[in-house]
């Protein structure tokens, strides 16, 4: 059974550094590209960063490149988000999932929340 477990998400303060962290499992966590998305209040999921299966290649959402990156650890399958420098409109709830959506599993999420 695949499953995605994230974490690390709360309150924050605007220009907060928080690591969210997403543990895979049911899956040969090496071989997927992975990648995190966000979905604020009253909108839709979007894509906000991926990363090869290797970990040698990344990709971002224009709108937090320079401020998040992402990176995994293949012996722990656990795939990583580091958020720097957040704003308010980065609020929302950030779920992991394996590039190409091969299987139908989504985790709860964790809700990030930017407010002073």
């Known amino acids: 059974q695949v499953q995605f477990v994230e974490s690390g998400g709360g309150l924050v303060q605007p220009g907060g550094s928080p690591r969210l962290s997403c543990a895979a499992s049911?899956?040969?966590?090496?071989?997927?590209?992975m990648s995190w998305y966000r979905q604020a209040p009253g909108k839709e999921r979007k894509l906000v960063a991926s990363?090869?299966?290797?970990?040698?290649?990344?990709n971002y959402e224009d709108s937090v490149k320079g401020r998040f990156f992402i990176s995994r650890d293949n012996v722990e399958n656990t795939v990583y988000l580091q958020m720097n420098s957040l704003k308010p409109e980065d609020t929302a709830v950030y779920y992991c999932?394996?590039?190409?959506?091969?299987?139908?599993?989504w985790g709860r999420g964790t809700q990030v929340i930017v407010s002073s």
């Open positions: 999932k394996e590039v190409g959506w091969r299987f139908n599993s």
């Open positions: 049911g899956f040969t966590f090496s071989i997927y590209g």
């Open positions: 990363i090869t299966g290797a970990g040698d290649g990344t």
